[in-house]
């Protein structure tokens, strides 16, 4: 009877069960969440993060220090800059220099090229006027090409013409000396059929 009294009752067991899965559904969200908490802190590392925080109070700082030793020499400043900036030399310390000199490399070219920009911007309001006048200019080129083209095929004809003639002008001046021998006349265009029917006749 003892034993019996021992065992559990299937209910009980489904309900231990329930109470494992529930807590290990517990145990999941809170890891989920720990897991998001270190994304975050990850994301914004170099908002939150100390080591960040202290590096950007101290440029905070030094710009601060800038801006109030700007404040204690506004009047000097303000006269300084009141007064014309010819024939002066500026302190300008020495680490900067490099930096300056590829300052003053850009700021030639920038003045070599300042009447190009300038041109560029005002034609700009043009520009729809200039594209319909190049592809105007495109379309006579292709016309002039294709004219180029036709009359280099028409002057290789007229050599192969040429050719042709000069090759037939020996025969005929030797037709002409035989005939000039034997003293027949013949029709003054030896080309036509007729005068070229008297010939072979003759012969």
């Known amino acids: 009877m003892l034993n019996i009294s021992k065992k559990t ?17 517990a145990e999941i ?16 590392a170099d908002v939150v993060h100390p080591f960040y925080l202290s590096q950007k ?16 020499e506004k009047r000097s400043l303000r006269q300084r800059l009141l007064k014309p900036m010819c024939q002066e030399n ?30 560029t911007i005002r034609n700009i309001p043009h520009l729809d006027a200039n ?14 090409v294709t004219e180029t083209e036709e009359l280099a095929e028409n002057i290789l004809k007229w050599r192969e013409q040429q050719k042709e003639i000069s090759s037939c002008i ?12 034997y003293d027949i006349i013949i029709s003054p ?13 003759i012969k």
């Open 9 to 25: 009752a299937p209910c009980f067991e489904k309900f231990s069960r329930l109470q494992q899965i529930t807590n290990i559904q």
């Open 189 to 201: 265009l030896p080309f036509t059929s007729k005068g070229h029917a008297q010939t072979t006749n």
């Open 131 to 144: 594209l319909k006048k190049m592809s105007k200019a495109l379309t006579k080129m292709d016309v002039l």
């Open 170 to 181: 020996p025969k005929i001046l030797a037709e002409e000396s035989y005939l000039q021998k």
């Open 57 to 72: 109070c101290h440029d905070l700082q030094s710009m601060n220090n800038h801006l109030e030793a700007v404040l204690k």
């Open 90 to 119: 500026l302190p300008l310390e020495a680490f900067y220099h490099r930096y300056m000199v590829h300052l003053l490399e850009l700021a030639v070219s920038f003045i070599e090229r300042l009447e190009t920009h300038l041109e």
């Open 29 to 44: 969200y809170q890891k989920s969440l720990e897991i998001e908490l270190l994304k975050l802190e990850k994301d914004a």
